[in-house]
Nanobody, 122 residues
């Protein structure tokens, strides 16, 4: 069971980056996928998430700049980040709520990716 993240890196303020996350095949019936971030010395916080029905939710700090999208058939989620600011710097984690073929049938579990670094320079 794993969430595989890609993207991230170093970008100048005002620039753009895209993050992608794919859930492994043993995770299924995913109810919601999203992205969290953790800046140095701060708690992990929700950036954006999207339900299986396509309902999106964004942190106030990223509204209008970030867009989350999902390809349900592929269990992937993408976060397009535009107009990046220095305060967007942090480790970004993919998150999913779903079931697993290797765990108790009918139960919903929370899965996390290993995180990918996003650094926005001035």
């Amino acid at each position: 069971e794993q969430l595989v993240e890609s993207g991230g890196g170093l970008v100048q303020a005002g620039g753009s980056l895209a993050l992608s996350c794919e859930a492994s095949g043993d995770i299924f019936a995913i109810i919601k996928m999203g992205w969290y971030r953790q800046a140095p010395g701060k708690q992990r916080e929700l950036v954006a998430d999207i339900t299986s029905g396509g309902v999106t939710n964004y942190a106030d700090a990223v509204k209008g700049r970030f867009t989350i999208s999902r390809v349900s058939a592929e269990n992937t989620v993408t976060l397009q980040m535009n107009s990046l600011k220095e305060e967007d710097t942090g480790v970004y984690y993919c998150n999913a709520d779903g079931s697993s073929v290797v765990r108790v049938e009918g139960m919903v579990y929370e899965f996390w990716g290993q995180g990918t670094q996003v650094t926005v320079s001035s």
